[in-house]
């Protein structure tokens, strides 16, 4: 059986729901420790984060390659719905079923995997090789790849490239890389009005009639037009809440909970600052809270995806496409420090479902791209 399978079925086989690693990330380092790689457990907050390097013959000197991911998975959901138990790696007409059978954990046992053989061939390689693993993904990543970025920034560490294995794929192994990911920032807008009897309006204040106006021209605003990577920026309401339940109340206060997708056409900053506009335009008396999960990052064609195109293209025959769709990922806090990040690994369409799984024949194609990837860069 192959190696990158069996080491899938033994990650598979440990219920890591998030911060939980199970002691994943002891398999890796016992794995990494025994063809030299200085493995060091940072932990934080309940989380278990690994960073691993290999050093190659220019030492620091050298260009330096991370493949990132996590060990944590979402829950099962129902086990009664799932054909067979979710922590039992299971086959099935040439598929391997479990949670984190393709996200994330057969791209982690790829790593390793392509890792152990790039090493044997290439003992001598001149650029070195780090791991980036974390237990705090799927959950709030406050704990996370955060920490680790934190620490190696503090260290005066840079990378060079980073690879990400989150399931990118769609139809087929390869046929999608993510060179970036949209930013995400929420919003809590509290709008007030005065609390009434329905039948005496003149008294009250309905804040859901003095917000309809603004909510609407939010709603048709027109907020960039994306960029050669990006597709514009989106704003979407996600909640909505108020009243008392009775139907003859005017409400005191209307809440609304929204977010911005958005893309490097746009900041942080002048999305709120137009949000902030229309809002005073309207004459609103309201509170806004805001929260940015994660900065867009953009890793324009150049070395990195080159090499990854390249080995997909060599191994599978697969023309990829490069795209930034989808939500955000860790990358977000790996470009602070790396240039060149590119997300790849097997196809998505079961991810966080039911009856995860992966194709079996996709599993060591997987492993020979990134070791195709390390000969390329690093040998």
């Known amino acids: 059986m192959s190696g990158t399978l069996l080491l899938s079925e033994q990650l598979i086989a440990r219920p890591s729901v998030t911060p939980d690693d199970q002691h994943c990330q002891n398999v890796l380092i016992e794995r990494l420790s025994a063809i030299g790689f200085e493995c060091e457990t940072i932990a934080s907050g309940g989380v278990t984060n ?10 620091t000197g050298g260009k330096l390659l ?15 719905q799932w054909t067979s138990p979710p922590f039992e790696p299971t086959h099935r007409e040439g598929k391997l079923y479990g949670r984190g059978a393709a996200d994330m954990k057969t791209s982690i046992a790829a790593f390793v995997v392509s890792s152990e053989e790039f090493v044997a061939a290439h003992p001598a390689h001149r650029g070195s090789l780090a791991f ?31 690879i990400v294995g989150e399931p990118t794929s769609s139809a087929t192994l390869g046929d999608m890389v993510k060179n970036g990911r949209r930013g995400s920032m929420s919003g809590k807008l509290i709008v ?23 909510l609407a021209e939010l709603v048709q605003t027109h907020w960039d037009n994306g960029n050669e990577y990006f597709p514009p920026t989106t704003w979407q309401v996600s909640n909505l809440h108020s009243g008392t339940g009775a139907t003859n109340v005017i409400p005191g206060h209307i809440e609304l909970m929204f977010n911005f997708r958005f893309s490097t056409a746009s900041t942080v900053e002048s999305l709120q600052s137009r949000v902030h506009a229309i809002l005073d335009k309207h004459s609103l008396t309201y509170d806004l809270t805001w929260n940015v999960s994660g900065l867009p990052f953009l890793t324009s064609r150049g070395t990195l995806s080159n090499a990854v195109e390249q080995a997909i293209l060599d191994e599978t025959g697969v023309r990829t496409e490069l795209s930034t769709t989808g939500g955000t990922s860790d990358g977000r806090f790996i470009a602070q420090i790396c240039e060149q990040v590119v997300e790849f690994g097997p196809p998505n369409a079961s991810i966080h479902k039911i009856d995860e799984h992966v194709e079996i024949a996709f599993i060591d194609p997987l492993k020979n791209v990134y070791r195709r990837v390390l000969e390329t860069l690093l040998a």
Do not use: M
């Open 50 to 59: 690994l960073w691993a390097v290999k050093r190659g013959t220019q030492g």
């Open 66 to 80: 991370a493949f990132a991911g996590h060990t944590d998975v979402v829950p099962t959901g129902p086990l009664e």
């Open 132 to 162: 980036l693993i974390t237990s705090d993904e799927e959950g709030p990543a406050t704990d996370g790849t955060v920490k680790v970025i934190e620490a190696l920034k503090a260290r005066g560490e840079r990378l060079d490239y980073c």
């Open 192 to 214: 007030k009005g005065v609390q009434g009897h329905i039948a005496y309006p003149h008294l009250a204040n309905n804040p859901i009639h003095l917000l309809a106006p603004a």
